[in-house]
């Protein structure tokens, strides 16, 4: 049998494949991010015959202040999770299992978008959009913990089959973990393990909420692939510390270069990373980045270069993919 069809079992999630739908960013919510009929519409089209294994439910802002755009979905306030409980369902009744990111934009938000003061680690400015941001204080930093906790207690509220937290693509957890955005000279900021404590203290706080038997995934930007940013080396030490932390599976993508590498269309162009760090952890790995073919998934698979393989684009542009690519490996 095709290694995409196998199975995945851990202690804590069963999907029937290897295939998953990565997170993408839609702009169909309403504009207070609740859940819309477009939404509803767009993630049953996507999951409709159930051939995808998981869906990840594109980034949802914890905060009005991390909100990275208009009309992004939401996960800020009790008020969303009914509207939430629509689209798990959904999922769920086309056989897929689903999870949501959770997200805070950091220094790539906007103040004309947030109406909010834009912070960051540190007084750096993004090198993918936004205003200059104001370094947060420890004080800040331990809220915005507790808010990452409290929408994950939503995420479970609402049905969902696990939740992930976003720490790539030039986001708030991205920029402490990439020297290029963040100078600190306290606790959170220096080495490695200084630069995601803020992601250990979330991790420990979600776990809290939501309990020891529901997954938690984390996506991690494993490297910048700009001088000075972030390294695979840094995200091997990273990853083995999540793992510990209670992390039931790594979705690697990339970091301030976002989810792209100019010049590079090869399939599964993040490859090396997931290979490194499947090296040092023993949770699962998800692997995105260019795959649009059924062949190259399953070559990546035989490779050992990750357990998890995300199709973005090539889902996004034609929802029939998912059923094609299945039904031409069995």
């Not at 169909?28 to 051939?51: P, T």
């Not at 600190?184 to 979600?206: P, T």
């Not at 991690?220 to 990273?238: C, F, N, Q």
Request: hydrophobic share 35%; charged share 25%.
């Amino acid at each position: 049998m095709s290694y995409l069809l196998e199975p995945l079992k851990t202690s804590k999630l069963t999907l029937k494949n290897r295939l998953i739908m990565p997170p993408m960013a839609t702009s169909k919510s309403e504009k207070d991010g609740r859940v819309s009929e477009d939404i509803l519409k767009y993630y049953d089209e996507k999951s409709k015959g159930g051939y995808i294994s998981l869906v990840i439910i594109e980034h949802s802002f914890i905060d009005k202040a991390g909100k990275a755009s208009e009309n992004q979905l939401s996960i800020s306030n009790d008020s969303v999770v009914e509207g939430l409980q629509k689209l798990s369902e959904i999922i769920h009744r086309n056989a897929s299992k689903t999870i949501m990111q959770i997200n805070h934009a950091g220094s790539a938000a906007m103040r004309n978008v947030t109406g909010c003061e834009v912070v960051g680690p540190s007084a750096v400015s993004n090198p993918i959009k936004g205003d200059m941001p104001r370094e947060l204080t420890g004080l800040e930093i331990d809220d915005i913990v507790q808010k990452f906790k409290a929408a994950a207690l939503r995420v479970k509220e609402a049905g969902f089959d696990g939740v992930e937290i976003h720490s790539a693509h030039g986001y708030l957890l991205n920029q402490f973990f990439s020297p290029l955005t963040n100078k600190r000279n306290d606790e959170y900021g220096g080495n490695v393990k200084s630069r995601i404590k803020i992601h250990l203290d979330i991790i420990k706080a979600v776990r809290g909420a939501v309990g020891d038997n529901f997954p938690i995934f984390l996506r991690l930007g494993a490297s910048d692939y700009m001088t000075g940013g972030s390294t695979v080396e840094d995200s091997k030490i990273a990853a083995k510390e999540f793992e510990k932390a209670g992390v039931d599976v790594l979705d690697i993508s990339g970091g301030l270069c976002r989810y792209t590498l100019p010049g590079n269309t090869s399939q599964g162009y993040f490859s090396p990373l997931t290979e490194e760090i499947k090296k040092v952890v023993s949770v699962p790995v998800i692997l995105t980045g260019g795959i649009t073919e059924s062949k190259a998934a399953e070559t990546l698979l035989l490779q050992h270069k990750a357990d998890l393989i995300g199709v973005g684009r090539a889902i996004y542009r034609d929802s029939s993919w998912a059923q094609r690519a299945i039904e031409s490996l069995r």
